[in-house]
């Protein structure tokens, strides 16, 4: 069983799970500025996209817990 998995089992309520996927999101954010000094200057751009992508899901997920 994946961490992930294990990490949902245990979940009580809405504002514990959305913070597991805060914490993901920002784990993601920094595996992926970590991993673009290991590809090509071509490829960077790629993984800046995907920086964006998190930092978006990173900033709806934060709105959802106010909101809560």
Excluded: C, P, W
Aim: aromatic residues 4%; without cysteine; negative net charge.
């Amino acid at each position: 069983m994946t961490e992930a998995k294990q990490k949902a089992g245990k979940v009580s309520n809405e504002i514990e799970a959305i913070d597991i996927g805060i914490q993901a999101e920002k784990d993601s954010i920094l595996f992926y500025m970590e991993l673009q000094n290991f590809v090509k200057e071509t490829d960077r751009r790629v993984v800046l996209n995907i920086v964006d992508e998190e930092r978006n899901h990173l900033r709806q997920l934060s709105e959802l817990k106010k909101a809560l």
